[in-house]
């Protein structure tokens, strides 16, 4: 089991910039791959970013270039910074574990089974 805790949402107005963390705490040894996932109201949770063991990350293509994912050297805590925020970033993310060496962009919140609690990003135009 591995315990996945976000925060750093929050309101903020379109442009500005957003660091997102999520704690990671459990048997650390089995779960390495690790995602940020965002579900807006009335849609399905989706893919954002994804990092492996080998701290290569991997992004859906349209957040390439403004969305960021990275994990301190302690693998402990999972960040998602996000820039030129705009309002149709507005979502709960989340971040999820899977127990695997590797990284895969095109999976579905289906495939993944520990997940954290969200976080709101609220952009304003």
């Known amino acids: 089991q ?4 976000e925060s750093g949402g929050g309101s903020v107005q379109a442009g500005q910039s957003l660091r997102l963390s999520c704690s990671v705490s459990g048997d650390l040894r089995r779960y390495w791959a690790l ?10 949770r989706k893919f954002v970013a994804c990092i492996d063991p080998n701290l290569t990350g991997d992004y859906e293509l349209s957040f390439k270039g403004r969305f960021t994912i990275s994990i301190d050297s302690a693998k402990t ?3 998602l910074s ?3 925020l705009k309002p149709e970033d507005t979502a709960t993310y989340y971040c999820a574990a899977d127990p695997g060496n590797f990284c895969h962009k095109w ?12 976080t709101q990003v609220t952009v304003s135009s």
């Open 82 to 84: 996000l820039r030129e």
């Open 77 to 79: 805590t999972l960040y």
């Open 2 to 5: 591995v315990h996945l805790a």
């Open 35 to 44: 995602y940020w996932f965002r579900q807006i109201p009335g849609q399905e």
């Open 107 to 118: 999976y579905t919140a289906g495939h993944l089974h520990q997940w954290g609690q969200g």
